[in-house]
């Protein structure tokens, strides 16, 4: 991150570029904003911050966002997801082939254990997600940063989220996230849903997008899960849901 100084300027430190960069991510405030406090120019941060997050990312991912590349390491992480959540290669949002989306008409039995099943599995990247957008509040924001440079942003709030969840006592609670009554089975509100109210009002939980005719393969792997989840996959608190209204 260091530059050069030249004749007309002194470059901006590495510290003060750092201080920056974590200030936007943290708070949500725009480069306009963060000028008084900084002492940089709107435009400089423009051109700071993406650079900064690049910079980041490329010193940590190795560490801290590692993500399967084979699909034997990618068959080694399924199963402890699987086995934790109840979910078998687990996605959500629209339905295609490889990503699965709730059953919205006609809904039988085994359909509402299917959405059931699919509800708990999207909870935890609705989890995910929220608890990151209340600590990194610039994802509840428009982001007023040059369109091919986001992804650094967003890869860099991922791994900084990853090295202070290793690394931090004080960044999360063990009552931040939903959790799952062992008895019940009911999940428990996290924290953090209350604290992005308090910052945003509401958050929107994920949604599923409207996609029209979809394809009849991804139609037949979604009923291969409803047949799983209510067959082989069924677990045994999944009908005293249905009977609590929970799909």
Same mark, same amino acid.
């Given at each position: 991150?260091?530059?050069?100084?030249?004749?007309?300027?002194?470059?901006?430190?590495?510290?003060?570029?750092?201080?920056?960069?974590?200030?936007?991510?943290?708070?949500?405030?725009?480069?306009?904003?963060?000028?008084?406090?900084?002492?940089?120019? *709107?435009?400089?941060?423009?051109?700071? #911050?993406? *650079?900064? =997050?690049?910079?980041?990312?490329?010193?940590?991912?190795?560490?801290?966002?590692?993500?399967?590349?084979?699909? !034997?390491?990618?068959?080694?992480?399924?199963?402890?997801?699987?086995?934790?959540?109840?979910?078998?290669?687990?996605?959500?949002?629209?339905?295609?082939?490889?990503?699965? !989306?709730?059953?919205?008409?006609?809904?039988?039995?085994?359909?509402?254990?299917?959405?059931?099943?699919?509800? =708990?599995?999207?909870?935890?990247?609705?989890?995910?997600?929220?608890? #990151?957008?209340?600590?990194?509040?610039?994802?509840?924001?428009?982001?007023?940063?040059?369109?091919?440079?986001?992804?650094?942003?967003?890869?860099?709030? =991922?791994?900084?989220?990853?090295?202070?969840?290793?690394?931090?006592?004080?960044?999360?609670?063990?009552?931040?996230?939903?959790?799952?009554?062992?008895?019940?089975?009911?999940?428990?509100?996290?924290?953090?849903?209350?604290? #992005?109210?308090?910052?945003?009002?509401?958050?929107?939980?994920?949604?599923?997008?409207?996609?029209?005719?979809?394809?009849?393969?991804?139609?037949?792997?979604?009923?291969?899960?409803?047949?799983?989840?209510?067959?082989?996959? !069924?677990?045994?608190?999944?009908?005293?849901? #249905?009977?609590?209204?929970?799909?």
């Amino acid at each position: 991150m260091s530059k050069q100084d030249i004749v007309m300027r002194q470059a901006i430190p590495p510290e003060e570029r750092l201080i920056a960069t974590l200030r936007f991510l943290a708070t949500g405030r725009s480069c306009e904003d963060l000028k008084f406090s900084t002492g940089i120019a *709107a435009q400089t941060l423009g051109y700071i #911050i993406p *650079a900064t =997050c690049k910079a980041i990312f490329d010193v940590l991912r190795k560490d801290y966002l590692k993500a399967p590349q084979t699909n !034997k390491e990618w068959k080694e992480v399924a199963p402890g997801f699987k086995d934790r959540w109840q979910m078998i290669n687990c996605e959500a949002f629209a339905l295609e082939e490889h990503i699965l !989306k709730p059953y919205q008409k006609k809904l039988d039995y085994q359909k509402r254990i299917y959405n059931y099943r699919l509800a =708990c599995a999207r909870n935890v990247v609705e989890n995910a997600f929220g608890l #990151i957008a209340n600590r990194f509040r610039t994802l509840l924001t428009s982001i007023n940063i040059n369109i091919y440079d986001i992804n650094y942003i967003v890869l860099a709030i =991922c791994t900084l989220h990853n090295f202070l969840m290793k690394n931090s006592s004080f960044y999360i609670k063990q009552t931040s996230f939903d959790s799952e009554n062992v008895e019940t089975h009911e999940i428990e509100p996290g924290t953090w849903r209350q604290e #992005i109210n308090n910052i945003n009002e509401s958050i929107a939980s994920l949604q599923t997008i409207s996609v029209k005719n979809s394809s009849t393969i991804a139609k037949m792997n979604r009923d291969e899960y409803l047949k799983f989840f209510n067959e082989k996959g !069924k677990i045994s608190w999944q009908d005293e849901m #249905i009977k609590r209204g929970k799909a």
